[in-house]
């Protein structure tokens, strides 16, 4: 099943249309298959170079692994951060880009303090790739936003889905809700070939070499959070056992998310 689920992940690269240097409107392209969901900081944001469907820009003079560190990097003494408390598994600390991407952090925060998030489940689960949760429905058909309505995605050249990132699930362009995952895969030598192939930046892959993460994702769902501490909690959860549509068996539950400020 793993050398299945890393087959598939290889062969929606390959038919993608849209790739970082021979496209870079492809922010607003429509969401992966395999990253989909059915649902109706520390980052210093001057030196950002903000996607849009207007700019014309030159990825291979984006200094990809700076950002990386950056993105990486413990948040500063008292910055807000969140502390993901998951029944019979620990704890997930996780900081914020909110200079980058503030309604998706607003959002994630304000349902957080609400208790919006207390007794859901991580619904969808594929190891070697990410943990996805945040559904009221447990289904992945529901769950919305603060606003009641889908917001924008917030994409940023800066912020790249790497092992670790907290990321908006979406069901498309500008469909953000209620729904989340984590990321989770490590460095592939396969895939990195595959990026080579499809001639991604070169030092976007030198980045992802050091960090991992999935590249496929890169430009299709908005970035706003960084694990900084409990990967071997998501690692755990990513490894449970799961039925034919990815959902674990035994429920791994969110008893709740704690909005603090962070302590050196």
Known sequence: MKHLKKCLTI???LIMIACLSGCENNSNTNNNEKSSTKSSSSTDNKNSTKKSSSENVDVESID???AAEKQIALPENGETIAIMHIKNYGDIKI???NNIAPKAVENFVTHAKEGYYNGLIFHRVIND???QGGDPTGTGAGGESIWGKAFEDEFSYDLVPYRGALCMA???SNTNGSQFFIEQAKFDEDTATMLKQYNYPSNLIEAYKTYGGSMHLFGKHTVFGQVIEGMEI???IAATETDENDKPINDVVIESIEITNYVK
């Open 129 to 131: 790739f990410m943990i």
């Open 95 to 97: 900081k914020f880009f």
């Open 170 to 172: 979406n069901s498309g």
């Open 64 to 66: 990809f692994i700076s």
């Open 11 to 13: 062969i929606v690269m």
């Open 234 to 236: 998501v690692d755990k």
